[in-house]
């Protein structure tokens, strides 16, 4: 049985601590099939320059949930998970949030392997004047997290859709609601994407992740391995297994976290 990361008594003392307490929300057999097999439905990865098919639900073609690695060497993971009782704004309101206040913010996300995540610029996440699905466009959070490897130390630089390559006429439609995306820095650079839209009685959330991807100075998204270089597989399946696990857990309890919370920033 996975442990628990630490907490002190002040996170004890918080109203959500109930939430780090109880035990995760269990993932779905089927994952856990995707995780075993390395199954992907036979489909490849989406090619990040094709990112906009992502957007506009044109991705069929491609892999929905699974991980794997390119020809180049650069890898790829997907998932979608269904949040019933979840709307887009709770969504909206999670990402900022999770990233001020206390660290037990992100610990109840997954208290396993979340550690804490820090916004450089709270001052703007907390500003009340700056929209809800604006809060995280050119905040960077530094994040302590376990996908595998140990506790490791990133930073995720968010970013508005349009600087990260998205046509955001694309944003606000039946098939994404709303999104963040964001480039992380850390021992293996990736490019990582959230979005969301409504779907029976809450929403779908699907994720995507183009490992070995960083961004250079003029904005532009390009790769960041050496040629020659391939990602072990291992990489991509720790990410895998970790995002199901964590975005299990998110969709069983936002929905009395933002309740309860909401106007609490």
Not at 9 to 35: R, V
Not at 156 to 173: A, H, M, Q, V
Not at 183 to 196: P, R, Y
Not at 221 to 239: A, F
């Amino acid at each position: 049985m996975n442990k628990k990361v630490g907490v002190s008594q002040e996170e004890k003392n918080l109203a959500y601590y109930k939430y780090f307490e109880q035990d995760m929300a269990a993932i779905p057999e089927e994952k856990l099939k995707y995780l075993e097999q390395g199954a992907n439905a036979g489909l490849p990865g989406l090619p990040i320059e094709h990112r906009n098919l992502f957007l506009a639900g044109k991705d069929s073609d491609y892999c929905q949930i699974g991980f794997g690695i390119m020809e180049d060497g650069t890898g790829y993971v997907c998932n979608s998970t269904y949040m019933p009782h979840v709307t887009g704004e709770m969504l909206d309101w999670w990402f900022p949030w999770h990233s001020v206040g206390s660290d037990l913010r992100y610990k109840i996300w997954d208290p396993q392997e979340h550690y804490f995540a820090r916004a450089d610029r709270a001052d703007y996440v907390c500003d009340p004047n700056v929209p809800m699905n604006q809060k995280t466009w050119g905040v960077n959070h530094i994040v302590l997290e376990d996908v595998g490897g140990g506790p490791d130390l990133l930073k995720l630089c968010f970013k508005r859709p349009s600087d990260f390559g998205y046509d955001e006429s694309l944003i606000g439609t039946d098939a994404c609601q709303s999104l963040v995306c964001a480039i992380g820095e850390g021992n293996c650079a990736a490019a990582m994407t959230h979005k969301w839209a409504s779907y029976e009685d809450g929403v779908l959330f699907s994720s995507r992740f183009w490992i070995g991807f960083r961004m250079e100075e003029n904005g532009n998204i390009v790769k960041g391995l050496p040629d020659g270089v391939r990602l072990p597989e291992e990489v991509t399946k720790g990410l895998f297994a970790h995002n199901i696990k964590e975005f299990s857990n998110l969709a069983a309890i936002l929905p009395d976290v933002y309740r309860e919370n909401k106007d609490l920033f």
